[in-house]
C-alpha cells in the first residue's frame, strides 16, 4: 500500500501559549470571561504550480541527442533520470509538503510506497544503486526526525518502493551526493555536520543495507551555505562538488580517486552566486557528456550553466519563464540547508479575525486568507510555533484560564505563571520543535516536546535575567549552522542573537548584539525562510503599517539590509 501521502494542510485549532516562534508577547492571561478554545478550522495550503513539460531542463539540446548523456561519456548514468529517456529530471517539495517528480514530458506526485509518511525536509538523488537491470534511478528522503530513506527504481508514473531507511540522520545539516567518490560505479553518500565536518558513506550496491560506515573527509566544511553534488565533472570516472559561500563565491573541488581523501583542494569556480537560493547539479543537460548545474534566481526564474569539464561554468542560460519555479520548496539535490516547521505569518485584525499569510520563495508573501469567523479569535492569547510533531506545519496554541492548548489540544495547568513563550524550533536536535517560557522574574525555561508533539517533557532551566527583553521570536536557523536560534529585543530597542547549540541543557551560546533601533517596530515576527533559501528571515511592523523583511544567513552581520514587502499593517492588532 502506498504510504499516506502528507497534505500540508492549515490546521487553525485551538489554541497557544505557546507561543512566539513567530514571536508574539503575550498579552494579559485571558480570564474566565475570555472565549474558550476553540476548534479550528482547516485550510488547504495550495500546491506548487506544476508544470506539465518543464522543456527548460533540456533547453538548447538538439532534437536527436535525446539520450545523449552523461552515460555516453563515462558509463555514468544521471542521477535523477525518472522516466527512462536517460536525461536528468527534478524531484522536489512543493509548497504543500508533497513530492513531485518532473520529466521531459510529464510532472506527477512521487509517490513513496512504503514509506514513513513523515515530512520530508531534503530529497538526494542518488542514482542507480543496484545496478538490477531496471536502469531507474534511487532517490533517498530525509524526514525532520532525521529518518533517511531509500526508495528504489523510481519510475515518474509509479514511484518508488522502500527498500530501507535508518535513523539518526539529524546530526548532520546537509546530506548530499556527489556521484560515485570511490570508483566502483555507484554513487556515494556525503553528510556534513554543524560543526563542519565532511563524511563520506560508500554506496554497498545493496540496497537493503546500502551504505558502509562513514569515514571522516576533513573539517572546516561550515565555511559554506550550499553544498552541490555535481557528479564527474572533469572525465575521471569520479563524483565531484561545488561549494557556495554566503558570500557569493563558488568553490570547486575535484576528485582524487582516493575514496578516504576524494577532493583535491579547492579552486574558484567564480562569484556572485549568491544571487541564487538553490543551486543544484543536474548532471549533464547539454549532451556533451559534463555536467552542468542549475540555479534558481532569487525571483523562481530558474537557470542553467554549462560545464566546461575544468571547474568553471559557462555564462547562465535562462531555461524557465520569470519566476516559474518559486513554487518549489526544496529541489532534491539542491546544496542548501532545507528549512521547515514555519514558513508563514497569522496576522489577527482589531475585529478578532484571524487571517494567514504563507511563504511565496521569493520573499514575499501570499495573499491573505481569513481562517477564522469574523471575530472568532477576538480576546486571545494566541501565535503561531514552529512545528511541534513530524507533519512539518506551524501550530496554533493558546493560553487559556492557566491552560496551554496546542492545536485545540489541552496540555495541562500551570502555565499562567509565564509572561512570554518563544516556539523557535528543534532546539535539542530530536527533530521535534520546542517550547521556551519566560516567568515574571526574567527566568527562562525549555520544554522538550515528545517526538510527536503531543507532549512536553520537564522544564530545564535556560538562565536568569531574561526580563530584559520585551518581544522573544525565533523560527529556523540564521547563522548556517542548521541549528535554530534565538532573536530578542530589549525595552530600549537593541536586538540580539542567540545561535542555538542543538543541547537542551544549554541551548544558546552567548548573545550577539545585531544592533539599536528597533523600537521602531510594532511588531517582530520569526517567520521561517520567505526568500526560499533555506535560510530563516524575520519581519518588522512599523507603526505606519509597512512590512519590512530581514533576511537570515547574510554574510556579515547575520542579517541582509531590509527590504520593504508590505504596507497597510496597522489594520493588524497581533501578528504571528
Known sequence: MPSPQFTRARRLAAATALAVSAGMLLATPASAGSPAPRPGVDKERPAAQRSAAPQGLTAGRSADAGTASAADADGTAPRGDFDGDGRSDLVYRELDGSLSLAGFVETAEFLRIGGSGEFAEDVIPIGDQDADGAKRPEVLTLSVLGRLELFTNVDISLGGNRSWSGLGWNIYNKVFSAGDVSGDGRPDLLARTPAGELYVYLSTGNTAAPFGGRTKVGGGWQVYDQLIGLGDHDGDGRGDLVARTPAGELKYYGSTGDAAKPFKPATSAGTGWQQFNQILGADDLTGDGRPDLLARAKDGTLNRYEGSGQGTFAQRVPVSDAG?????????????????????????DKAGTLFWYYALNNGKLSARQAVSDVGGWAGANITNASSFDPNGESD???????????????????????????????????????????????????????VDGSSFSSRVLVGGGWQAYNWIFGAGDYTNDGLNDLLARTTSGALYLYPGTGQAATPFRSGIKLGDGFQAYGKLVGTGDLTGDGKADFVGVTSNGDLYRFDGGAASHYFSPRVKIGYGYQIYNAMY
Do not use: C
Open 396 to 450: 496554533v496554541v493558546e493560553l487559556w484560564s492557566d491552560h496551554l492548548y496546542v492545536e485545540g489540544r489541552d496540555r495541562g495547568a500551570g502555565w499562567g505563571i509565564y509572561n512570554m513563550f518563544a516556539g523557535p524550533g528543534d532546539l535539542n536536535g530530536d527533530g521535534s520543535g520546542d517550547l521556551l517560557a519566560r516567568d515574571r522574574s526574567g527566568r527562562l525555561y525549555l520544554y522538550r516536546a515528545s
Open 324 to 348: 516559474a519555479w518559486s513554487g518549489v520548496s526544496q529541489f532534491g539535490g539542491a546544496g542548501n540547508i532545507p528549512a521547515s516547521g514555519k514558513e508563514e505569518l497569522l496576522a489577527r
